[in-house]
């Protein structure tokens, strides 16, 4: 295609191209500075080249979108699908990168961390597009490997080495599973192009084809974390720093579903009925092992891990029912995750001083007000209480259940969503509880002193002293809290991408 | 009228909130300022509704219709609303924003920006978290009046669930010794109760295959008597636990009692008629067929309310609790009325949603002051309270006297005019009155009680705190409120002009 004197061919892949170019660069700093001029000044300027560089990507594929720009099927593809997942993994790099930087202000590994962090992205990037076994085998690896160093980055706290060593295990196994699936793929097929196979899979015989659906299946459920393939995982959640177990929480995942997507709705769709009632069961067994787990979880990473287990479940509700308003809700409803997950990994960055545990939030209104109000507004999204982002994603996606028959499968998903609800307020709670003094005062209040207005009189004033932050945290914090109100009052731009995304099916 | 009055009642308290997030938490009258001069605004509004509503415009109308087109009268309620706003929102799925008010939503919308206001007022003097308050008190109000004005099912549920969130927030930081225990439970309690209703009208919306989600056109199809039944079941669950009904109402007594007294009376004063509200909107013009069938059941819930509320408020040593559950068996009479189906039985019930509204805020509110003077919220403490605190004693027992369903004060039309509409009701029998009595005369009883011990014992031992008299502010409060009671007490025909049309009109739908 060519529009003026530019052929667009060779511009199809300008947002992967930005960020391979900005990591490199970020390789070659690191490479380049001795350890005594890595100042700090020098990090900074590396955050901002990154965030640069996600930015310059992001417009792009933005442009690309108004585009609808398509390429052939090859090894990879630019499809519609592939023009909308980019957004999520810019907005997923974006937001972790902002959320990092006062995490790691002190860190000796500052700019090991960014590298990975981008060494992953461009994994997850050519996920999305991967359109053949071997290249989607390779980026999903690019994906993976650089979060088990990531996982483990943490190297004095015991811990953090333990948990990477655990997702490192589990994930290498997900990906050989997956990769001994695909050998009888290619065997069966001698190809490896999605659509050829799809094409010669119909005529061939089926007990072979459902095994390797099966170890498919296997190693994708390790790699989106659905329940039964979750073991360990929390543990790596609970062990990464911070802003890492945000990525994991998301990134992977959203090469997880993209890659599903892809398999499943072309060499896997003689099995459809099949594998929609596999993805059902993993859909509520990952409901609601993931809220019933978290809700006994005492360390917030911990419990958010679980929580991102239970959101997995809601997104595989999209496989179950497997339609097109289905398939396009649960893109949304990733997109709308996103956010809202992010957006409370950086609260519990900006409170990580203070520790890790559900009650370390005690008082933490007192210290960072405006964060406190955000945070509630992330959990009310996450938890899909209107009229938030969440909200609107669990409406699409629960209304394309219902439409097509699945309603017990809504109905288990809507009262998920109100059990979750039982555990995210468990942080609100304390965090406008009053963190000093309140011996005294439920002492007093044990005597049934009147309750009426006037109560607020015994006021209790700590005095704790607000900390400050760089900009890079409050900026995350505000994108994520405008995009979930804006989503959530206006849905239609993003839902109609969404839509499109799915016209990839033909 | 193209000025957008309704979302202008809507969206005020929000402006309001962004005015008091820019105000400074430590100047306090400020931010007093602003919420109560918002909330006087909203109340104007209202009035202004009130008075430019054309209460004949739906009687007339149809009557008009009924010459040229017989069947444009049963289903085209559409007539009936004023004040129409209507603009698409999310269109591919057809969610619109759309408001308008009838002569059920009125009262109702009168209702609460009243109480909205009055508890700004009764507010004033609150030290503890102001900023905090007054942006809960202004949000809680956006969500309760939009709920009324609210056409489109997802516009609905969005104000339905609008309130949890503040209403949680204000039981949780000014409420009681167990306030967080009972703010969760509420919250927890209501919303799974929503979510099942959720699941009901996203199954109407697929069934009707209009590709909306407007309740008017929705009532325009006719469902099959199982689908019916199924939706019915759906939104009953979450109508049951917002009124609260008997086995529902378990978050009631912590959360009405926990929460400050500013929540208590948003929350038994418009909150709660959130469900019967909902019984009347969607239930009786959509699955007219499905209520008919579960008539009767509905009745004897209704009827278990009454009596159980009132047995178990007898029991109680504490008087915001017998408050709580007093509301709980007044409620019942109102379901009783929307069961019943008749005319009378609906008009009974809309006025008695916002009989009960007023009585409970004065219950609430009244009570709350003469607590706050005796320092205790025990029966048995307070008694003797008229010797020190005559005025404020005169109208709680005024209150009470209210509620127990005295004639010549409000609550005696509304339930008089229920128990008439079970008498007329096709589908309920007879015998269900019979079962009502020992409710009234038990309420009769715990009330008669309460007045006894507050205005004739002797004087028990016991705290006591601030001036005897009221204050201007408490009069101010409590004068309206009393004024309301009396003349609909003695004349309730200028409300009833407002419901009986739209009661009628709404009906034709269910007879047929």
Redesign the interface.
């Known amino acids: 295609m060519k529009i003026g004197i530019f052929d667009l061919d060779s511009f199809v892949y300008l947002p992967e191209i930005t960020v391979v170019i900005t990591t490199l660069y970020l390789l070659l700093r690191m490479v380049f500075f001795s350890k005594e001029e890595e100042s700090f000044q020098g990090i900074t300027t590396s955050i901002y080249l990154g965030l640069i560089g996600l930015i310059v990507s992001l417009v792009i594929s933005l442009q690309f979108i108004n585009l609808g720009f398509v390429s052939l099927q090859r090894i990879f593809s630019i499809d519609e699908l592939t023009l909308f997942l980019r957004l999520p993994i810019l907005f997923t790099g974006l937001l972790v990168v902002l959320i990092s930087a006062d995490f790691f202000q002190q860190s000796r590994y500052q700019n090991e961390y960014y590298i990975l962090l981008f060494l992953s992205l461009i994994g997850t990037f050519f996920v999305i597009s991967a359109n053949d076994l071997v290249s989607i085998y390779i980026a999903l690896e690019l994906c993976s490997i650089p979060t088990y160093i990531l996982a483990g980055l943490d190297r004095n706290n015991p811990k953090s080495t333990e948990g990477a060593v655990k997702y490192f295990l589990l994930g290498i196994l997900g990906s050989v599973t997956m990769l001994y699936g695909f050998s009888f793929l290619y065997g069966l097929t001698g190809t490896t192009n999605l659509q050829e196979m799809a094409k010669k899979l119909f005529l061939l015989e089926q007990p072979l084809i459902f095994l390797s659906m099966s170890f498919v299946i296997f190693g994708l459920g390790i790699k989106i974390a659905a329940v039964p393939f979750h073991f360990r995982l929390p543990d790596a959640y609970e062990g990464a720093p911070t802003p890492v177990t945000a990525y994991l929480s998301v990134g992977p995942k959203i090469a997880g579903f993209a890659i599903i997507l892809r398999i499943f709705l072309t060499i896997f769709s003689p099995f459809k009925l099949q594998w929609m009632t596999i993805f059902a069961l993993l859909s509520v067994a990952s409901m609601t092992v993931g809220n019933l787990l978290a809700l006994m979880q005492q360390n917030v990473k911990r419990m958010l891990a679980y929580s991102s287990i239970a959101h997995t479940g809601y997104l595989l509700v999209g496989l179950a029912v497997a339609d097109r308003l289905a398939l396009s809700s649960m893109l949304f409803y990733l997109f709308v995750y996103l956010f809202a997950n992010l957006g409370v990994f950086a609260i519990v960055i900006a409170n990580s001083k203070e520790g890790e545990l559900i009650e370390d939030f005690a008082g933490f209104n007192q210290r960072f007000p405006f964060f406190a109000v955000t945070m ?1 507004f992330f959990l ?1 999204s996450l938890a899909g ?3 938030l982002a969440g ?1 609107m994603g669990k ?2 996606l ?2 394309a259940a ?2 097509s028959g699945y ?1 017990w499968l ?2 288990v998903g ?2 998920n ?2 059990f979750s ?2 555990y995210y ?1 468990k942080i609100i ?1 304390q965090m ?2 009053v963190k000093t003094e309140t011996a005294n005062l ?1 002492l007093d ?2 005597s ?12 209790v004033n700590p005095t704790v002293k607000k900390s400050y932050f760089s900009p890079f945290l409050t900026t995350a914090v505000v994108i994520v809290l405008l995009v979930i109100i804006f989503i959530g009052l ?3 731009p993003f ?2 991408l969404a ?1 499109e995304a799915i016209t990839f099916l033909k | 009228m193209n000025l957008p009055i309704l979302s202008s009642i809507i969206l005020l308290p929000i402006f309001g909130v962004i005015l008091i997030l820019l105000i400074s938490g430590r100047k306090e009258k400020e931010i007093k300022f602003v919420s109560l001069s918002i909330t006087c605004a909203v109340f104007l509004l209202t009035l202004f509704v009130v008075t430019n509503f054309d209460y004949r415009k739906s009687v007339l109308t149809d009557s008009k219709s009924v010459l040229t087109d017989s069947k444009s009268v049963l289903t085209d309620s559409n007539t009936s609303m004023q004040f129409v706003e209507r603009y698409t ?5 057809g969610i619109e924003y759309h408001l308008g008010v009838d002569g059920i939503s009125l009262p109702l919308l009168f209702l609460g920006s009243l109480l909205g206001l009055l508890v700004v007022v ?2 004033w ?5 102001v900023k905090a308050f007054f942006i809960l008190l202004l949000l809680l109000e956006t969500g309760a009046l939009g709920l009324f004005l609210a056409l489109d099912f ?1 516009l609905f ?2 104000f339905w ?2 309130v ?2 503040p209403m ?2 204000l039981i ?6 167990r306030k ?1 225990y009972a ?2 439970k509420f ?2 309690y209501t ?2 109760g929503s ?2 209703m ?2 009901g009208i ?2 109407m ?2 069934s009707a295959r209009l590709n909306t989600f407007s309740i008017l056109d929705i009532a325009r199809c006719k469902f099959p008597l199982n689908l019916q039944a199924l939706f019915f079941l759906a939104l009953f669950i979450g109508f049951a636990f917002k009124v609260p009904l008997f086995p529902f109402h378990t978050w009631l007594p912590d959360a009405y009692t ?1 929460a ?3 929540g208590s009376v948003f929350l038994a004063g418009i909150l709660a008629k959130m469900g019967t509200y909902g019984f009347i909107r969607i239930v009786l013009p959509i699955l007219p067929d499905a209520l008919r069938l579960f008539a009767t059941p509905l009745a004897i819930l209704g009827i278990v309310n009454i009596v159980y509320g009132a047995i178990v408020a007898m029991a109680q040593k504490d008087l915001k609790r017998l408050i709580a559950y007093s509301s709980l068996s007044h409620m019942g009479y109102i379901i009783l009325g929307i069961a019943a189906g008749t005319v009378s039985g609906l008009n009974g019930a809309v006025l008695g949603m916002f009989n009960h509204g007023i009585i409970i805020g004065l219950l609430f509110l009244s009570s ?1 002051v003469i ?2 003077r005796r ?4 029966i048995k403490e307070l008694e003797g309270t008229s010797f020190w605190l005559p005025s404020l004693s005169g109208i709680l027992t005024f209150a009470a006297l209210t509620a127990l369903g005295l004639p010549g004060l409000s609550n005696f039309i509304n339930e008089f005019m229920v128990l008439l509409g079970v008498f007329q009701s096709t589908w309920l029998s007879k015998i269900l009155i019979i079962l009502v009595i020992p409710g009234m005369i038990l309420t009769i009883i715990y009330f008669l009680r309460l007045i006894i011990r507050i205005n004739l014992l002797q004087l028990g031992q016991g705290n006591y705190k601030g001036p005897g008299g009221l204050t201007l502010r408490e009069w101010i409060v409590f004068i309206p409120l009393m004024v309301i009671v009396l003349i609909l007490g003695l004349y309730p025909a200028p409300i009833l002009n407002f419901i009986n049309p739209a009661v009628t009109s709404l009906l034709e739908i269910v007879v047929k």
């Open positions: 509630v009310l209480v209107p009229p909200f409406l699409y629960f209304s219902v439409r309603t809504a109905v809507v009262l969503s109100v609800l039982s307020f709670q406008y509880s439920t209040e044990k049934r002193a009147p309750y009426n207005s006037l109560r607020g009189l015994r006021e206006y849905p239609s839902a109609n839509q | 929102w999310i269109k591919n799925v009764f507010s003097n609150l030290a503890y978290r997802i549920y969005i669930e609008w949890l969130v949680y927030f949780s930081i000014w409420g009681g010794p967080e703010a969760l919250l927890l919303l799974f979510v099942i959720l699941i996203l199954g919306y697929f926990e400050p007294i500013a709350s607590s706050e320092q205790t919220w025990e």
